[in-house]
């Protein structure tokens, strides 16, 4: 018998001063059985750095023809697209004829560096792409927080994000790699 998704719970309070978009989020995640919680806790960061009303969780490791997090408007229309990892060129090509914005968020350090320096060349030319990278220890960091409930704070000012939980703080600077060209 296939084992289940596990599900948590969790109200994030956001306070985005650098984009001046503040909210509390009641999510509802489900975490794939092949899914780690450092995974885990980087799909709730991405959610945070790239929070809007609309955002939501796809079906992501789970299904190959959805992202981990996107964005649609009412007719259906995918506004952003955003995967984690280091997707292959073809699939980011896909994506960003598919989406208003594409957005990939590594979270694995140095194999995020190896993995740049190859697909970049092909890639910087794209003018709906964004690359963010989050540090490995913060993600390493936060997934020691993972609860099957949970309560957290986000604040991002001056491009820090300070992610709070009971009486930590996990403090960090996210890394744009690449931004769309407008």
Not at 58 to 86: A, H
Not at 103 to 110: E, F, L, P
Not at 170 to 177: A, H, K, L, S, V
Request: aromatic share 6%; with cysteine; proline share 4%.
């Amino acid at each position: 018998m296939a084992t289940k998704a596990t599900i948590y719970k969790m109200e994030i309070e956001i306070s985005d001063v650098d984009r001046s978009y503040y909210a509390t989020h009641s999510l509802t995640i489900a975490q794939h059985p092949s899914e780690t919680e450092r995974r885990l806790m980087a799909r709730v960061l991405a959610f945070a750095i790239l929070a809007e009303e609309d955002l939501e969780f796809g079906k992501g490791v789970s299904t190959e023809d959805e992202p981990d997090l996107w964005r649609r408007d009412l007719t259906g229309r995918v506004l952003q697209w955003i995967v984690l990892g280091q997707p292959d060129e073809s699939d980011i090509r896909k994506a960003c004829g598919r989406a208003d914005q594409v957005v990939i968020v590594n979270y694995s350090g140095n194999s995020a560096e190896v993995w740049w320096s190859k697909i970049e060349p092909s890639l910087a030319k794209l003018k709906n792409l964004t690359v963010i990278d989050l540090p490995s220890e913060a993600i390493e960091r936060a997934s020691r927080l993972v609860q099957r409930t949970m309560r957290m704070q986000v604040m991002v000012q001056e491009g820090e994000l300070q992610l709070m939980h009971d009486d930590d703080v996990i403090r960090f600077q996210p890394q744009f790699r690449l931004e769309p060209k407008t």
